[in-house]
């Protein structure tokens, strides 16, 4: 997933690039058909929030031993991905101006109509109040059935950093237990890999979790 999104943030517009996001969408539809698990050994779901340690994504093949798997993050759904709520009340795609027929009636109204649609970006509205991150992260938990988030409390980007506390605090209050680890998804040298993987397996094993082999 921190692969498959990059390709949309540096060319929206490529026909290409949607061609090959419908083959995706298409091949993932055809596994859950088939019943062709991410993770054959699942036995639970989690969630991050940004940008992971980029020289650390071993982690995420560690928490497999667990038996978890991950459903992406706000980050990798959020950072070029619009929701808005469907009319059975879940999160789905937000439809473009264009599908929603809107009519340009000149130049400011074309602006604000961008604005609006870049306003409601969620990567974009956690930059301005905690609390709207916080809601999001939530209903992204519950929508996709987790059972715990895991959060990177990420020196390397001050932005997707804010209210990282707040979001924690949120999620503990609505009931999802929260793992979180601090580093830096520039830096390889402020990121402890040992300690992090001591931080799991304490936390796995206080929600007794064991790992392939034990």
Request: include cysteine.
């Amino acid at each position: 997933m921190f692969s498959l999104f990059n390709l949309g943030a540096l060319t929206k517009a490529s026909k290409g690039i949607a061609d090959f996001y419908e083959e995706v969408r298409d091949e993932v539809r055809d596994r859950v058909a088939r019943g062709i698990a991410a993770v054959g050994n699942e036995t639970f779901r989690y969630m991050t929030d940004a940008e992971p340690p980029w020289s650390f994504l071993r982690l995420w093949r560690y928490l497999e031993e667990y038996g978890g798997v991950s459903i992406g993050s706000i980050y990798s759904h959020s950072l070029i991905g619009m929701w808005e709520d469907q009319e059975d009340g879940s999160l789905g795609p937000r439809e473009t101006p264009r599908q929603k027929a809107i009519h340009m009636k000149g130049r400011d109204h074309a602006l604000r109509v961008l604005a609006d649609w870049q306003l409601a970006l969620p990567d974009w509205q956690a930059y301005y109040d905690v609390r709207l991150k916080s809601e999001h992260m939530i209903r992204i938990a519950r929508e996709w059935h987790c059972d715990y988030a895991l959060m990177h409390f990420n020196r390397g980007c001050e932005g997707t950093s804010v209210g990282l506390p707040e979001n924690r605090s949120a999620l503990i209050n609505a009931g999802i237990p929260t793992l979180a680890f601090e580093g830096n998804m520039a830096d390889p040298g402020e990121v402890d890999e040992v300690g992090i993987l001591h931080r799991v397996d304490v936390f796995m094993h206080a929600h007794g979790h064991k790992r392939l082999g034990d």
